[in-house]
């Protein structure tokens, strides 16, 4: 409900706040005719503070996030380009953007970059009926991939075929070729793909945004739109917020965003900052910030007595912040978070307190595991999962590298030592209580469905059977979680 009051303020109050607020300049607006599709950018000389001019922020005239409307994307784009992205990615296994035209709402954005978005979502994407080797990094001979429909969370997981570009999940970045061009304020958004926790309309990853926001805890927007590609079919599709340097912002105007990459091994590499390239990407404040608070958090993590631990976490970690934190990835059952094989997560750094937060990120595998979820056992993906799915023998996901680099080994030092030890267990049992009635004992996650589904039947493109369906699995497997853990005693203890 919070989300859809915030949407009532103006489009240009809410998206340049800060910019009116800080700018010295007079902000001129005009506008640009492309054919008969008006264009309304925001131009200034304003720095993001990533050494990043923004140059142009295109305004349009609906809300890219408004999630009570339905929104529409066409993209058009030269078939050779996209082509060559796939024998990137084939080959090489690089993703590649490629440029194309965009129209987002009625507002013509020409030369934006679009490339493909995953990991194992990517897994099974075939091209002429044939899969790419799962192998990290590098795409070997064509074939030998994991058989369509197998061996996925879920089973029965949406057939990804490159000759089906509108059922791609994509990032588009406005600024890939066109220096310092921002819409809305963003620099990207993710076209999410159905399948794997969720059915088609990725239910379950709306769902789980919006029962966040409204507990405010820190969840990125989404909405529903409607998606063309080239000549081909409308399909309907989840577009999130991508944490880029505009999520950065609305964290806090003091802080740096650091994204956990699924390589990410969370273990001391020495001091040289180059060794963590493959576990945390910076965001935002570049060239003023660095990655050096996160290789000391890793290094004391690992290092710190269990004593040493419970005196000290909360001089570096906001403890009743990351305590929701832990308590959220329980109760909306999702196993692929920071421990898990995506490594999913983002760490926000507060410069004036000099403690981190942990954000989540990547909602596609909530809500599909187990109704009786314990509230004080990890989520793990074997046997929870709807459709039986089990790892494969070794413990190890095709085409994530084994043990602590990703894989189905997951774990995480930080979340284990805090949940294992008596230190924390109050303030996560008090946030679980907290968060709980927030998102179940109120039936927010039950009335969220509702609304979706009602935005979900104005939008071109979608399947009423399948969103029916997939409604009604979620309905079932939130009212039974509801009714476990209202009885459980982290619920009712007082």
């Not at 057939?159 to 059922?167: I, V």
């Not at 308590?327 to 920071?338: I, S």
């Not at 494969?392 to 189905?408: K, S």
């Amino acid at each position: 409900m919070r989300r859809r009051l915030v949407h009532r303020i103006p489009v240009r109050v809410r998206h340049y706040w800060r910019l009116l607020a800080t700018c010295v300049a007079t902000v001129v607006a005009f506008a640009v005719v492309f054919s008969t599709v008006r264009v309304a950018p925001l131009v200034t000389s304003a720095s993001d503070e990533n050494g990043d001019r923004v140059t142009v922020d295109l305004g349009g005239d609906t809300d890219l996030f408004d999630a009570t409307v339905a929104h529409t994307i066409a993209i058009t784009f030269r078939d050779e380009d996209y082509q060559r992205l796939l024998d990137a990615f084939w080959d090489e296994g690089e993703k590649e953007y490629l440029e194309a035209d965009l129209t987002l709402d009625g507002t013509f954005v020409p030369s934006v970059g679009i490339r493909l978005k995953g990991n194992s979502t990517l897994q099974g994407l075939t091209r002429n009926g044939e899969a790419r080797r799962n192998a990290r990094g590098g795409g070997g001979p064509r074939g030998g991939g994991m058989p369509q429909g197998e061996g996925r969370p879920g089973g029965g997981r949406t057939q990804l075929k490159a000759e089906e570009p509108e059922n791609l999940p994509w990032l588009i970045r406005f600024d890939e070729f066109v220096d310092g061009r921002r819409y809305q304020g963003h620099r990207e958004i993710s076209v999410r793909v159905g399948g794997m926790g969720g059915g088609a309309a990725v239910l379950n990853e709306a769902v789980s945004l919006d029962v966040l926001a409204a507990a405010g805890e820190p969840a990125q927007e989404y909405a529903y739109t409607s998606f063309t590609v080239n000549d081909r079919p409308t399909t309907a599709r989840l577009i999130v917020e991508h944490p880029d340097e505009n999520f950065a912002d609305d964290l806090g105007a003091n802080g740096v965003l650091y994204k956990s990459l699924s390589t990410s091994q969370f273990t001391d590499q020495g001091d040289d900052q180059t060794e963590y390239a493959d576990d945390f990407k910076q965001i935002n404040k570049k060239g003023s910030q660095d990655l050096q608070p996160v290789i000391d958090l890793i290094r004391w993590v690992n290092t710190a007595t269990d004593a040493e631990f419970d005196a000290g976490l909360a001089d570096r970690v906001d403890v009743e912040s990351f305590a929701r934190y832990a308590a959220t990835q329980n109760l909306l059952v999702n196993f692929d978070d920071m421990a898990g094989p995506g490594r999913n997560y983002y760490l926000w750094y507060d410069l004036g307190t000099r403690r981190f937060s942990v954000v989540g990120w990547d909602y596609n595998l909530t809500l599909s595991g187990s109704a009786t979820q314990d509230p004080a056992e990890p989520v793990t993906m074997g046997g929870g999962m709807r459709g039986g799915f089990q790892p494969p023998e070794g413990g190890e996901t095709p085409g994530m590298p084994p043990g602590g680099r990703g894989g189905f080994g997951g774990g995480h030092k930080l979340k284990e030592r805090f949940l294992a030890g008596a230190a924390f267990q109050d303030v996560y049992r008090k946030a679980y209580r907290e968060l709980f009635n927030e998102i179940y004992g109120n039936a927010a996650a039950l009335n969220t469905i509702t609304e979706i589904r009602t935005v979900l039947g104005t939008v071109d493109g979608a399947n009423a059977e399948a969103v029916a369906t997939e409604a009604e699995t979620l309905t079932t497997l939130i009212r039974e979680r509801t009714r476990f853990l209202a009885t459980h005693e982290v619920v009712t203890r007082n």
